[in-house]
């Protein structure tokens, strides 16, 4: 039996020092328990100014779309 085409969704595997994890839900839900299994503070401070630069990208990029059109 065929399953329905899920959109938006994520299916993730974690390795940690002690524990393995299996996550699946939404994109966004997924991200999150992602960078909360970061390990340290600092990693996920250096994490997170990468994820601000590349949203602050996206919103660059679709300020400027409607310009080009």
Do not use: C
């Amino acid at each position: 039996m065929a399953r329905t085409k899920r959109t938006n969704y994520a299916k993730v595997k974690i390795w940690m020092e002690s524990m393995t994890a299996d996550i699946e839900g939404s994109i966004a839900g997924v991200a999150i328990e992602t960078f909360q299994a970061i390990p340290t503070a600092a990693l996920q401070q250096k994490v997170l100014a990468k994820l601000t630069e590349a949203h602050a990208k996206r919103l660059e990029r679709e300020a400027a779309a409607p310009a080009e059109a």
